[in-house]
């Protein structure tokens, strides 16, 4: 399934493109947004792997909205101005709509998108598990499968289309989806604090203020929590459960 969400200011259009989404069994509408700042609280509580985008907003265009963006998803540019594509696909977009958006155009789009997620899945599904301890993966990184010890592990970091795992001995990047890897991992050393983060629990020193501590190459490094994951963490340790 491709989580998806929409970003229009017109309410019309929000309908179009929910209507068409429900007709294609592979999306999965999570949210219908507004504008960029209801797109931007999506995008940081929910792993998004698809974002239908207007241009024209108030306050701020589509077009910038990404650019603010570390770690995008996919994006299909949706405006009545066709004078935008070039920007648009400069910008790495993975399809640019122009409306009225008939629903054969936007399936065309779809698929597209749909065929990228899938292919990137099916790269990120190149981690291996090895031997019966458990303590241990290899992942695909560098043209070799490396060896990654979980208790060497700090953290682990999700940058669009890769995955930095960052080790006592250095980094690993490897082209993954973040949830991808999560699957991987057991839940008792591992815990998701962000959607762009995951830690190792036995490293975390300190949790302050909306921040999990962990001493990186002698210093310091301050990892966010977000809004979605705090609670639960909070609880974990508070019940001593970690």
């Not at 509580?45 to 265009?61: E, R, S």
């Not at 082209?175 to 890897?181: A, C, D, H, I, N």
């Not at 990186?216 to 809004?227: D, V």
């Amino acid at each position: 399934m491709i989580n998806t969400i929409i970003v229009d200011d017109e309410p019309l259009a929000l309908d179009v493109l929910e209507t068409y989404i429900e007709k294609l069994p592979d999306l999965h509408l999570v949210k219908r947004c507004t504008n960029a700042f209801e797109a931007n609280e999506a995008l940081k509580n929910n792993d998004i792997d698809l974002m239908f985008l207007d241009i024209q907003m108030p306050q701020l265009t589509g077009i910038d909205f990404v650019k603010t963006l570390t770690d995008p998803p996919l994006v299909i540019f949706t405006t009545a101005y066709s004078n935008y594509a070039i920007e648009g696909f400069e910008l790495n977009a993975t399809d640019y709509l122009l409306k009225p958006i008939s629903l054969e155009r936007f399936m065309k789009a779809a698929n597209k998108a749909v065929e990228q997620i899938e292919l990137k899945r099916k790269e990120s599904a190149q981690v291996v598990e090895i031997g019966d301890a458990g303590d241990f993966i290899f992942v695909k990184a560098d043209k070799k499968f490396v060896k990654v010890k979980f208790s060497e592990v700090l953290y682990i970091e999700g940058l669009k289309d890769y995955v930095i795992i960052r080790t006592e001995k250095g980094r690993v990047i490897t082209l993954q989806t973040m949830k991808s890897l999560e699957e991987k991992l057991p839940s008792k050393i591992f815990r998701r604090i962000h959607r762009s983060y995951i830690v190792n629990i036995d490293k975390m020193e300190a949790i302050v203020g909306n921040m999990v501590e962990v001493i990186e190459k002698g210093q310091a490094k301050h990892i966010p929590i977000g809004k979605n994951y705090r609670d639960e963490l909070l609880e974990l340790v508070n019940d001593n459960k970690l």
